[in-house]
């Protein structure tokens, strides 16, 4: 493994981590999505260069195209229980409560 | 020079690592910026320039833009610090995890170097431009996919 490979990596773990104990707010866990979104785009971005095979360019092109809509889904879903609730609290998300 | 590409890998990873501990979405986004602008230093350093350039483009100045608006929506207005202790026990727990399972796993003793794009001075034709290339003469499905996903999501969005 190289130390980029290890650069993110580390960031996906990290940015996972973040995503699995997010604490208060809705959006530092999309924050932490976009951040898994970015360490996957630059771990895609290295496939062309080390395999020198131009055409797997368009990978990561296309993964950052579907990471936005996924970013303005989840952005959308955000503002909607924004407007509900308040705010976007997590404690705040329990209708589904026992 | 090959420093300089270990600090921006280094600066990459410790983005990261402000995203998940982040004490409040203010600062999330600042570490998330810093990753990005990294990541696309990274990127040029190897020669991979159109890909790194659509990063900065599409990245930080379209997505994290809407990102930013939404955090000043959403976010409260007496924020944690950086300094506060429940952040940085947050920050060191997750940064000790990711190291002890670094070392345990041994992937420290077998790191290797890595090349660039066009090692043999400059050429006419790029990996990366001529990969961008294939997205419109033989990629154009994925082109029309790709516009049909985002027709879809805008209608969601407004939705």
């Given amino acids: 493994m190289s130390h980029l490979h290890l650069s993110f990596?580390?960031?996906f773990?990290?940015?996972s981590l973040g995503l699995a104990f997010h604490r208060t707010h809705l959006i530092s866990?999309?924050?932490?999505?976009?951040?898994?979104?970015?360490?996957?785009?630059?771990?895609?971005?290295?496939?062309?260069?080390q395999m020198q095979s131009p055409s797997s360019t368009i990978i990561p092109i296309i993964m950052l195209t579907f990471s936005a809509c996924e970013a303005g889904t989840g952005l959308a879903?955000?503002?909607?229980?924004?407007?509900?609730?308040?705010?976007?609290?997590?404690?705040?998300?329990?209708?589904?409560?026992? | 020079m090959m420093e300089f590409v270990l600090f921006l890998g280094l600066l990459f990873a410790l983005g990261g690592l402000a995203v998940a501990s982040n004490p409040s979405p203010y600062y999330g986004v600042v570490g998330l910026v810093v990753a990005a602008i990294a990541g696309g230093g990274?990127?040029?350093?190897l020669g991979f320039s159109f890909v790194s350039l659509m990063l900065v483009m599409v990245y930080l100045g379209g997505m994290l833009v809407v990102f930013v608006y939404s955090v000043s929506l959403a976010a409260d207005p007496y924020p944690e610090t950086w300094t506060d202790w429940?952040?940085?026990?947050y920050g060191f727990g997750m940064g000790l995890v990711v190291m002890v399972g670094l070392v345990v796993s041994g992937v420290f003793g077998l790191l290797t170097d890595v090349g660039?794009?066009?090692?043999?001075?400059?050429?006419?034709?790029?990996?990366?431009?001529?990969?961008a290339a294939?997205?419109?003469?033989?990629?154009?499905?994925?082109?029309?996919?790709?516009?049909?996903?985002?027709?879809?999501?805008?209608?969601?969005?407004?939705?």
């Fill in chain 1, 13 to 15: 773990i990290l940015s």
């Fill in chain 1, 77 to 98: 879903l955000l503002v909607a229980s924004t407007r509900t609730h308040g705010s976007d609290y997590l404690h705040n998300f329990n209708l589904l409560r026992c």
């Fill in chain 2, 42 to 45: 990274w990127l040029v350093s």
């Fill in chain 2, 116 to 131: 660039t794009v066009n090692g043999a001075g400059l050429l006419s034709v790029r990996v990366d431009f001529s990969g």
């Fill in chain 1, 29 to 49: 866990a999309l924050l932490c999505l976009e951040s898994m979104m970015l360490s996957m785009y630059v771990a895609l971005a290295m496939w062309p260069i």
């Fill in chain 2, 134 to 159: 294939v997205l419109y003469s033989e990629g154009a499905g994925f082109l029309l996919i790709g516009g049909w996903g985002l027709l879809l999501t805008l209608f969601v969005v407004l939705e």
């Fill in chain 2, 86 to 89: 429940g952040v940085v026990g």
């Fill in chain 1, 9 to 11: 990596y580390s960031a």
